[in-house]
């Protein structure tokens, strides 16, 4: 990198830490006023940087609006894929994303297990929102209000004996979900597959999506299963850091 270059990408923290005037800029770039002026009018031409009335400089709305632009455009399933495909070869199991839309958990990528068993699970297919992992992770991160208005207005079909029965189970669940940063569904939905999934977080500690690992009992039994969350969580981890570039603490 030219050191031109480096030094205007240096002012940028700067002022992200709030105004400065010249010398400010100049005294922590290491360089004269007149340098650190010319690169101040080139990031304020091209509406990085915003000089105040006070003549105080800080970050400009162009650097905000290109933030946001590259957040909008972000394919959280193209970064992740590389990720589940990886997962799936290690643990042999199938491999889900999905993502909260609408009112509505849907599957966004899936990698089938390397084994004659298959899930009826698709791409573009509602989950069982009351039951599947991902799901509670996804509504987990709402608020709390908006977390009790989604549960009151919910069904809670029993599929089997260890579905979710109500909202209050449900708001509970989502609780401890939203406490260990991790989720489960064991034979929630059917009877014979288990279920673990961790949070993919955007830049800003958000939710943006969630992922999962999946396999019927007569494969492994919930036991083993959860022998892959470590691996399941650090996968979802190393998906975080690649879409945000933000490294965010795990909580125990």
């Known amino acids: 990198m030219s050191q031109t270059v480096d030094r205007a990408l240096s002012i940028l923290p700067l002022l992200a830490q709030g105004p400065a005037d010249l010398g400010q800029v100049a005294e922590r ?5 007149s340098t650190a002026l010319r690169l101040l009018r080139t990031l304020h031409e091209h509406g990085l940087v915003y000089r105040q009335e006070d003549q105080r400089y800080r970050l400009g709305a162009r650097l905000f609006a290109l933030a946001q632009e590259a957040v909008e455009n972000l394919d959280v399933r193209e970064i992740a894929h590389t990720h589940l495909v990886e997962l799936n070869e290690q643990c042999g199991h199938t491999v889900h994303l999905a993502v909260y839309e609408e009112n509505e958990v849907l599957y966004i990528d899936k990698v089938e297990s390397r084994y ?9 297919k509602p989950v069982a929102i009351t039951v599947a992992a991902v799901a509670k992770l996804l509504l987990a991160d709402l608020t709390e209000p908006e977390r009790r208005v989604i549960a009151e207005r ?4 029993l599929y089997t004996s260890r579905s979710t029965p109500n909202a209050g189970a449900f708001l509970k669940e989502l609780a401890v979900v939203r406490e260990q940063g991790w989720a489960t569904d064991l034979g929630g939905h059917e009877e014979s597959i288990n279920c673990v999934g961790a949070p993919v977080r955007g830049a800003d500690g958000r939710v943006v999506a969630a992922m999962s690992v999946s396999a019927p009992n007569v494969v ?3 036991e083993e299963l959860l022998t892959l969350l470590p691996l ?17 603490a795990k909580k125990a």
Do not use: F, N, W
Not at 29 to 33: D, N, Q, T
Not at 154 to 157: A, Q, R
């Open 232 to 248: 399941v969580r650090r996968t979802a981890d190393a998906i975080s850091r690649e879409y945000s570039g933000t490294t965010h």
């Open 29 to 33: 770039l290491g360089v004269h006023k």
């Open 154 to 157: 919910l069904d809670y079909p």
């Open 220 to 222: 492994v039994t919930a």
């Open 116 to 124: 004659p068993v298959r899930m009826y699970s698709r791409i573009g």
